[in-house]
């Protein structure tokens, strides 16, 4: 591959163990039974906990209508990035001329430019498609609190039974949406690689670090587990 020098294989390799390593480890690792997502999986279970032996779930609804808007403009904005990267790479040869006359970016060849913008392409097509599977889920969780059934003297533990399995199915819909703004951040990171693959290394690093401590060295988990 012309341009391809090992900095560049190594800060790929970077890469993929820091984003991997620390989905693994918040996911099925030694993390995942806390932080900021556990918690407010905790939440998601009371939540339709009441939501099961409530009268009225209008405001249930609205909740969840809030919470499916926001996915869906992150999946609208994944398109939009996507495209712009499109049309970025029909034009990588200006973008070669541009950065030469900076002396703080890498000169590399077309392919290795073309490589670039392609592979941010590639991480925010994965963020399209987890936030419109988190829109999707989102709609079936609405499904599922529509469908719970009305709470009488006799039947509170088949209502508490529909709420845990919309929890789950909420839970789900976080779930996806927390791998897609992952991959915003990660997006972010590689930005770097277009200045030198040790920067997008040490960029790597931080945004890894910034997310671990919003998850599990924030104030806002700290007020969410009290």
Same mark, same amino acid.
């Given at each position: 591959?012309?341009?391809?020098?090992?900095?560049?294989?190594?800060?790929?390799?970077?890469?993929?163990?820091?984003?991997?390593?620390?989905?693994?480890?918040?996911?099925?690792?030694?993390?995942?039974?806390?932080?900021?997502?556990?918690?407010? *999986?905790?939440?998601?279970?009371?939540?339709?906990?009441?939501?099961?032996?409530?009268? *009225?779930?209008?405001?249930?609804?609205?909740?969840?209508?809030?919470?499916?808007?926001?996915?869906?403009?992150?999946?609208?904005?994944?398109?939009?990035?996507?495209?712009?990267?499109?049309?970025?790479?029909?034009?990588?040869?200006?973008?070669?001329?541009?950065?030469?006359?900076?002396?703080?970016?890498?000169?590399?060849?077309?392919?290795?430019?073309?490589?670039?913008?392609?592979?941010?392409?590639?991480?925010?097509?994965?963020?399209?498609?987890?936030?419109?599977?988190?829109?999707?889920?989102?709609?079936?969780?609405?499904?599922?609190?529509?469908? +719970?059934?009305?709470?009488?003297?006799? *039947?509170?533990?088949?209502?508490?039974?529909?709420?845990?399995?919309?929890?789950?199915?909420?839970?789900?819909?976080?779930?996806?949406? *927390?791998?897609?703004?992952?991959? =915003?951040?990660?997006?972010?990171? +590689?930005?770097?690689?277009?200045?030198?693959?040790?920067?997008?290394?040490? +960029?790597?690093?931080?945004?890894?670090?910034?997310? =671990?401590?919003?998850?599990?060295?924030?104030?806002?988990?700290? +007020?969410?587990?009290?």
């Amino acid at each position: 591959m012309p341009g391809l020098t090992i900095a560049d294989i190594i800060a790929l390799a970077w890469f993929f163990l820091l984003s991997g390593g620390y989905s693994y480890a918040t996911q099925r690792g030694p993390l995942a039974k806390s932080g900021l997502v556990e918690a407010i *999986n905790r939440q998601r279970v009371t939540w339709m906990a009441n939501m099961a032996v409530r009268e *009225n779930r209008m405001v249930d609804v609205q909740v969840l209508a809030n919470l499916s808007r926001g996915n869906a403009f992150f999946a609208s904005t994944s398109v939009f990035v996507t495209g712009a990267f499109a049309a970025l790479f029909g034009s990588v040869e200006e973008l070669q001329i541009l950065a030469a006359k900076f002396p703080f970016l890498r000169q590399t060849t077309v392919f290795m430019w073309q490589l670039k913008v392609l592979f941010l392409m590639g991480i925010f097509i994965y963020a399209f498609f987890k936030y419109a599977w988190a829109y999707r889920l989102s709609h079936y969780t609405g499904i599922l609190i529509g469908s +719970t059934p009305i709470l009488t003297t006799r *039947n509170k533990k088949e209502c508490l039974k529909h709420g845990a399995r919309a929890a789950r199915l909420a839970s789900l819909v976080g779930h996806h949406a *927390n791998a897609g703004l992952r991959a =915003y951040y990660f997006g972010i990171a +590689t930005l770097g690689w277009f200045i030198h693959p040790a920067v997008f290394m040490l +960029t790597m690093l931080w945004v890894v670090g910034v997310m =671990y401590r919003r998850e599990f060295r924030s104030n806002a988990l700290s +007020t969410i587990v009290g």
